[in-house]
């Protein structure tokens, strides 16, 4: 992993907001900060410094920041930043749609597969978000209160969220594929008051209905006072079934308009109010719920989009995401730093493949964001967009929700862009944000994620809990940063939270992924620690294999676990081959040289078997723990957290396993 294949001009550095705020910050604070390497130490050995100057360089709207910048920086959890400060999330968003210059421009694009395209101005936005508040504060509702979404990655999702924080409410939401099991794991801890949720949703050219599904989780949800239905499917659907039911079109006629800023009090709060609800995939047992504050959110996604994603007013951010997965609120955020929202809701490759491509040259996105599955899946499938299509407005790429394998960069500059920056970025819904990311200022290393995020900490430590440096280990966080949760819902004495992520090693963040720190400062990421396999007691990170099998045309997808065998730990690799193929012997030899040549005979699975299905979370992640219980035989407890969990079967008993 020694090529560079990308590097920006001396020009492109000087263009950049990260090269902007670091001559800010040598100015502000009379320092030498030579390059952003320089800036990323600054920012995590003076972490007030860093979080104020970041403050002042977005121009936070807010009754603060206040003389305090941290207070308790010593304790994880327990430190508290902006403790003085005053915020409202929905304001900050919005500031660019209260601009008349920019009342016709785009706010958002929407693309429901091939079957709808809407566009919405910033003009529009502005009304419908302030309306929506209104008829929320309509009925009664308080700072606090909670508004859940089941909805699909449309503008009214983006609404209803906006909605909710500018009155202080606290907003979650899970995507329309949920069961009904599902919902209520999530909301039902929750207890919302008001439901938002559209009649149905297209997924690969299909209709699928979602009110019969609300009618049912209803029953279990006491709480909620109001159903909102947005029509999606059709356009005045039937909501005769559902009790305390009203169109979002007929609750916005019901508000006046409300032009003026000084018409709508946005509802300004203490820095950790609770602003989003977040949920672990639930593969383990009931989902936690992650409580995000409105002022460490919206600080850590200022950051990450104006620095290290470089969006600029204008700009077109793109990110294939579901309303269930963290980078759904990412990307609302992009509307903070004067960009336009580019949502797209469905299949990725409905109907033929390139429609992500053919959005992203309609609509000239200046940052793609999608999955590194997605990127895989495309070079599987020879799709070429550099001879097809058009991406010159395309400035980033940005890849995550799993490791980003080398063969995949080379895919992506050899067939998608030569001259762009690939930013494989990794963090998770814990944090609601990253701590690795892209560097628009630096060269992009084949298999590497850039750097690490200013202003967090990240070391990697080895078993004795020393950092190092070129071997693999364990990613922590040694201070605190704005995006750490403020709690987990229902856990009075933070036993919980406390437990997830400062157990192992106390007052640090254990993040619970195994990475590698490079001798460029890069980051290589080789899956979950708690997916690590063990054979002998040599740890080996999912992802080294993972990379290896699915370089062979046969192979669609894997996934590999370790199996207790004779007082030891063996691998067993299960394979989803291509249609007609069929796992022989030659195969086998095949896939298993591939492993030892480019890894080592540790590496090496003592069982391949093929399987029809891979079990995978809402947001597409694989779930090795769960495939590694039922090989078990232990319960999985929360089925309805998986999108295709009669999946799981396939792995049950399985004969030769047995030998």
Request: charged share 20%; hydrophobic share 40%; glycine share 8%.
């Amino acid at each position: 992993m020694t090529d560079m294949l990308w590097q920006p001009t001396p020009d492109q550095i000087l263009d950049t907001n990260m090269t902007r705020f670091r001559t800010q910050v040598a100015r502000d604070w009379l320092i030498d900060l030579p390059d952003t390497a320089a800036l990323w130490q600054w920012s995590v050995t003076e972490i007030e410094q860093f979080w104020l100057s970041l403050w002042r360089f977005s121009e936070v709207i807010a009754d603060g920041p206040g003389q305090a910048v941290l207070v308790d920086g010593h304790k994880m959890p327990g430190a508290q930043f902006f403790p003085e400060a005053r915020l409202n999330f929905a304001e900050n968003l919005l500031r660019y749609s209260h601009v008349p210059a920019n009342a016709d421009k785009d706010a958002i694009v929407f693309w429901g597969e091939d079957k709808v395209k809407r566009r919405l101005s910033h003009a529009e936005l502005w009304d419908r978000v302030l309306r929506l508040a209104s008829h929320l504060r309509s009925l009664g509702l308080q700072p606090g209160d909670r508004v859940a979404g089941f909805m699909p990655n449309m503008p009214e999702t983006v609404i209803g969220a906006l909605a909710a924080s500018a009155i202080g409410c606290t907003w979650s939401s899970c995507s329309p594929d949920f069961g009904v099991q599902g919902v209520l794991d999530r909301f039902g801890q929750i207890e919302p008051r008001v439901l938002l949720t559209a009649d149905g949703y297209w997924y690969n050219g299909k209709s699928h209905d979602s009110l019969g599904r609300v009618a049912e989780f209803l029953k279990g949800l006491p709480t909620v006072e109001q159903v909102i239905v947005v029509p999606y499917l059709a356009g005045r659907p039937d909501i005769s079934a559902l009790p305390k039911a009203l169109l979002i079109t007929d609750a916005l006629e019901q508000q006046p308009a409300l032009g003026d800023a000084e018409s709508f009090e946005f509802a300004r709060l203490p820095f950790n109010h609770p602003l989003y609800i977040m949920y672990s995939s639930g593969t383990t047992g009931a989902p936690k719920c992650i409580v995000h504050g409105a002022g460490g959110t919206l600080l850590q996604h200022l950051k990450e989009h104006k620095l290290h994603g470089d969006v600029k007013p204008g700009d077109r951010v793109f990110y294939f995401t579901t309303c269930g997965w963290m980078m759904w609120n990412w990307l609302i955020s992009g509307l903070a730093s004067g960009a336009a929202l580019m949502l797209y809701d469905g299949s990725p490759f409905a109907p033929d493949g390139n429609i992500l491509f053919d959005y992203a040259q309609a609509e000239k996105f200046t940052l793609f964001g999608t999955s590194a599955k997605y990127i895989d899946a495309c070079a599987k499938a020879d799709i070429q967009p550099i001879r097809t299509h058009d991406l010159s407005s395309v400035r980033m790429l940005a890849s995550t929700g799993s490791p980003l394998v080398p063969e995949s960069f080379d895919y992506v500059y050899e067939k998608v862009k030569k001259d762009l920056c690939l930013a494989s970025i990794s963090g998770g819904t814990d944090i609601i944000s990253c701590f690795l990311l892209g560097n628009p200022t630096g060269p992009v290393w084949r298999g590497e994620i850039q750097m690490r995020g200013l202003g967090m900490a990240v070391e990697v430590w080895n078993d004795e809990g020393k950092p190092v440096r070129g071997e693999k280990g364990e990613l922590v966080c040694t201070r605190p940063f704005p995006a750490m949760p403020i709690g987990f819902w229902n856990d009075p004495d933070n036993k919980r939270y406390k437990a997830a992520y400062f157990e192992r090693y106390p007052n640090i963040w254990h993040h619970g992924d195994y990475i590698e720190l490079t001798e460029h400062g890069g980051i290589i990421v080789f899956g979950r620690s708690d997916a690590v396999l063990n054979p002998g007691g040599v740890r080996i990170g999912t992802a080294e294999i993972y990379r290896q099998v699915e370089q062979l045309p046969e192979v669609i997808e894997s996934i590999v676990i370790g199996q207790d065998w004779q007082h030891d730990v063996r691998v067993v690799l299960f394979v989803r081959l291509r249609e007609g193929v069929k796992l022989d012997e030659q195969l086998m030899a095949k896939i298993k040289t591939q492993i030892r040549n480019n890894t080592t005979p540790r590496h090496v699975p003592a069982k391949i078997i093929q399987v029809a299905d891979i079990p995978r979370t809402k947001s597409g992640k694989i779930v090795e723990l769960a495939v590694r219980d039922i090989v078990h035989g232990r319960p999985i407890k929360n089925k309805e957290a998986l999108a295709n969990p009669e999946a799981l079967d396939l792995y049950k008993d399985l004969r030769e396993l047995q030998s």
